[in-house]
């Protein structure tokens, strides 16, 4: 399927200010004139020189037009696709990664309703395991997504599918966040800083670095380390999208590609494409299945919540520290203490407010001051 885009049209939506930065970020210099309402910028390389006539003002007569000279130039000199000039200008500020589906079954440019649909709600929920690795790392995320998530993935958005084997791209904007200040958008004149350790970049970088980590293990047939305890931890939900890109389908190949935003730089990823070909389907799903076997056999807590102790300080509070009456096998009751990171003390005091049960999933240390180490928490509602 061949897609028409009118790009001379979708010049009109670049922000000139966001095209500036983007310039002067790659090594244009900027070249002092007269009028106002255009710039000029210089650039030699490679013993050439190029000039761009940026347009500044909207209601120049012939804005579209300058500005698409402008973006063709810029594509001709970074000998990057027109196309990927326009993504990145159209959605400034952000890393964009790009999942390609190879498969027998696909023709150029078009798929299946199936396979499109466990492409985008799996690309989806790589993008959720990642943000929550990264937060809450744990083997296998249970429950309710919590809000930073869930902000992080409202705001990331699909670009428009490329042609080549099909090719679906993941804008994803930059933001932060912090227990002090929470989650926070950042903007194209945010600090290069902040974006470089935003949430977005951890995220962006965390995929590649993980799929790096998985195909290297598996190719020296270390596959048993993946489910073993690491700094890096890859969760079961990690793997479980992995494999709902259509990896699990004979003769299909999946090619993931991080494209980082060109005016923040990366100091971590040493590389930005990894591939994954059918045969490594089954030694992902045996690392599921023992990811989830090491978190079934953690005992599953149903109670009520007597009591909450953390920093009265909520700018400080990092934990937080509940006690649970829950029923035991014999229906007797028992209390059991356990340590919660903020996100899920917050929902605790949400479900002490609202006299709600709780469900608490970890290691039970039994005797007079039994705990539970969380590895999963949520409020049934």
């Known amino acids: 399927m061949i897609y028409s885009v009118d790009f001379l049209e979708l010049t009109e939506q670049i922000n000139p200010l966001a095209f500036v930065k983007y310039l002067k970020d790659t090594g244009w210099n900027s070249f002092q004139i007269m009028r106002k309402n255009i710039r000029v910028f210089q ?27 402008a973006v063709k ?22 890393d964009i990664l790009k999942i390609r589906l190879d498969k027998k079954q696909i023709e150029t440019g078009s798929i299946t309703f199936d396979d499109a649909i466990r492409m985008y709600e799996n690309t989806k929920k790589l993008l959720a395991a990642t943000a929550l690795d990264i937060l809450h790392p744990k083997k296998y995320h249970q429950g309710r997504i919590d809000d ?25 904007p930059f933001a932060q966040f912090s227990e002090e200040e ?51 931890i890859i969760s079961a939900n990690f ?9 699990d389908s004979k003769d299909s190949n999946i090619e993931i590609i991080a494209e980082w935003s060109p005016t923040v730089k990366n100091k971590e990823s040493k590389t930005n494409r990894v591939s994954l070909t059918h045969d490594y389907y089954q030694p992902i799903v045996e690392t599921i299945r023992k990811l989830k ?20 300080d909520v700018k400080k509070r990092t934990t937080g520290k509940i006690t649970v009456v829950y ?38 240390s039994a ?9 999963s928490f949520g409020i049934i509602e």
Do not use: W
């Open 182 to 232: 929470g989650y926070k958008q950042l903007s194209i004149f945010s600090d290069e800083e902040d974006c470089q350790k935003s949430l977005t970049r951890k995220v962006t970088n965390r995929v590649i670095n993980n799929l790096v980590l998985i195909k290297n293990h598996i190719d020296e047939g270390e596959e048993q380390l993946l489910a073993e305890p690491s700094d890096q």
């Open 43 to 69: 650039k030699e390389m490679g013993g050439s020189f190029h000039q761009i006539t940026l347009p500044m003002d909207k209601q120049l007569s012939d804005y579209k037009e300058a500005m698409y000279r």
């Open 148 to 172: 930073t998530v869930l902000n992080f993935l409202s705001n990331c958005r699909f670009g428009q599918t490329e042609i080549g084997s099909y090719v679906i791209s993941v804008v994803c």
């Open 327 to 364: 029923l035991d096998e014999n229906e007797k009751p028992r209390t059991v203490t356990s340590e919660l990171e903020k996100v899920d003390y917050d929902k605790a005091i949400e479900a002490h407010e609202r006299g709600a049960h709780i469900e608490i999933v970890g290691e039970l």
């Open 239 to 247: 793997y479980e999208a992995l494999v709902g890109l259509n990896l």
């Open 73 to 94: 130039t810029v594509s001709e000199v970074e000998c990057r696709s027109f196309e990927q000039i326009m993504l990145y200008l159209l959605n400034p500020n952000t």
């Open 293 to 312: 076997e090491q978190t079934s056999k953690s005992t599953k807590i149903i109670g009520r919540i007597k009591k909450l102790e953390s920093s009265p």
């Open 367 to 375: 005797g007079k001051k039994a705990s539970i180490k969380c590895e």
